[in-house]
């Protein structure tokens, strides 16, 4: 367990000087999201900045600095029986703290538990200043000052270096369950609908493939009568089904081709695009492998109501309205004026 | 710009009734519900369209005039209060819900559009908005996102920035962004949370889209009675780390009940020092075996009394006790002052002692209810506005305790706001270096700062000029300022 909070002002320091920029990295297995893979960038490396600061079971709260590596945090967490309530996907082993929270990435059971920003309650920001402050709190209720904290939660490291961060945990449940359910697409989407609109202990609703699954978390007695309400059948794969969809490790998502993320609302149509579709989140995340030209599918989404995303080969992002491309890219300069941050990690001259 | 003529330039634009510039109509407007705090406005606009209201910000930004947002007038902090040479802008009229789509269990309102409406409204479909703040029967949803609202039910459902998916916000120049939408997230930075508890600083928010949640299918109330508040604060911890997350968890001191008791007769012991309130939700036999094992816990905790509300009649007084604190705090003295502090949970017994030690020193007396779960500390402290320096002497005590809160890691304010109300606090909590970057923040949208201007955030010259009077943790808040 280390600070290096001072080192780490010192470099950033020394790069606002000389106008250089820096590539802010943990783990980096995340680095597939980044526009800013520039290997020549120098490197500011946050994970010898690592611990837990305080875990406190009966708050539900624990603060950690940003490098240290999820594996501690599940382990430090694991003992007390609580998790991450967002449940962030791993990649690799050696992902950080840090790295999760600034990527804004969440498992299944997000439409249920929350987002990543959801979870958090407070930073330490370090940023392109190197100045540090700190904005919300250790406290699940706190209302003083822009909420700074949850601003950086999906802000890839463009306002700063998250030192440390504090987080709302959740106990975990008693039990899980997953039931198959053998259904086309458009059966499977008006079953998720009809079974999120019931008060069930769900926390993964996902389809791929002719197979709807459904997963519930919670007491005992609880997950006894859900299944009995959701039916289906038991499912042999269980928990590594969720974690593989979670990591992006299953069948669906191998090979070269072009992986596009579409953030829609859950009643959106599907997209007409030529594709092979698996459906997170209860249809609110629809993972899609095509060969069409990214122009379509960012046109497809933006005309249902959302936003989409490729992460392979090259990451590309629906663009932001030009009014919120000048505010967004003002407030990356309230944080770092000079651009040395992470310059582009989200979009190539802008943020 | 005169009243007349301000007047008479919005009349341009809007129709006449959504124009009031004459004194006595004005009055109504003067303030919020933090009542120590009342101005009158230059002007007010009443705008029903998202059109209009952008006419009258595009007439303000053009004439360099100041803009306050208000929505029922339901806010704590004096967030509403207006500036006398600015417009104020009440949404009231705009309280259309626009869609409401139970498949999606999403609805899009207009910002004037009552809290509790909303519910009413979703219930049909077995659905309900999560947030509840103890005003919900007023309070209007633009309102609850400017403040980010907490309520009774925060600890398992959040505040309002945890129920939101989008809202549609007009800059200060009257430009139209959309902040979110109707999927979970959105490209780029995340703006919805910095928006939400910005107190009408950012933007003004016209219409808002909230997620609804399933009705639980069924809920029990616990009271639990305690001879001595450390107790309760333990069963609280015990219950938490036992992996249950009640979707309620209140407690009140013994000032507290007996006030309650007075008032509505809810069944409380008035012997005890402190109750807690558990609400538990869920599937009925899974909450059936989280009350067993709730009370099992308050028991190992020391609780010398439990009682489960047998039906949704007895669980309803149980809550009205709870629910009528601040009124019936409000009838055993002629003023009370609400605090709002947040705290770690584990300082609870010691921040409950140091307030009672405080309220020696300035001879007043406080009733304290807390959202236990969340550590969200409503202390209630007793006055008489006619009584010479009582009421400075209440504010006085009150920062007291908000410095107290800040001293043991927590906050000055939960879910009430900074407002005009505890902007000096925000010089104890926040240091010179993060209360700028608060500044160009509210640059980034607002560079003329005509939005709600002095509220929330106060100048660092303001601080400084402070400093010599809060004295926190034996160090100047600001060492790094030239002192006057």
Redesign the interface.
Known sequence: MTDCAHELAEQIRAAETSGRPLRIRGGDTRSFLRCDASCDTEVLDVRPHQGVIAF??????LTARGGTPLEEIESTLAE??QCLPFDPPRFAPGSTLGGAVAS?LAGPS??WH??V??AVLGVTLL?GRA?????G????????????A??N???MG??GVLLDISLRV???P?QRMTRVLEVGLAEARARM?AL??????ITGLAWEAGRLRVRLA??E??V???VAAVGGDACEENDSYWNDLRDVTLAFFAGEGPLWRL??????PQPDLAANWLLD?GG??RWCRTDAPAETVLTAAKAL???A?RQRPTPA?????P???G??A??????DPGGILNPGV??PDL? | MDRATLAARLRDILPADAVVAEEEALRPYAGDALTAYRRLPRVVALPRSIEEVQAVMRLCALEGVPVVARGAGTGLSGGALPDESGVLLVLARMNRILDLDPVARTARLEPGVRNLAISEAAAPHGLYYAPDPSSQIACSIGGNVAENSGGVHCLKYGLTVHNLLGVKLITADGELLEIGGAALDAPGLDLLALVTGSEGLLGLVVEVTVRLLPTPAATRVLLAAFDAIDAAADAVAAVISGGIVPAGMEMMDRLAIEAAEDFVAAGYPRDAAAILLCEVDGEPDEVEAQVARVSEILAASGATGIRVARDAAERARFWAGRKAAFPAVGRIAPDYYCMDGTIPRRHLAQVLLEIERLAATFGLAVANVFHAGDGNLHPLILYDANAEGELERAEAFGARILELCVSVGGTITGEHGVGIEKIDQMCVQFSAVELERFHSLKAAFDPNGRLNPGKAVPTLARCAELGGMHVHGGALPHPELERF
């Open positions: 406190e079971p009966a708050e539900l709260v007390a029986r804004g997000r439409p929350g987002s920003r959801d940023d100045a540090s402050g700190h904005f709190g250790q406290v699940m209720k706190n209302v003083a000052g822009y909420d700074v949850r601003l939660a999906g802000a463009a306002l959740a106990p975990v008693e609908t999120a609109r019931r008060p069930l202990p919670g007491s007695v609880g006894a009568a859900a953030s829609l609302p859950v009643t959106a989140w609110a995340q109501g959302g936003h995303m992002r629906s663009p932001l309205p009014a919120m491309a505010l967004q003002r407030i990356k300069a309230v944080f989200l979009y943020l």
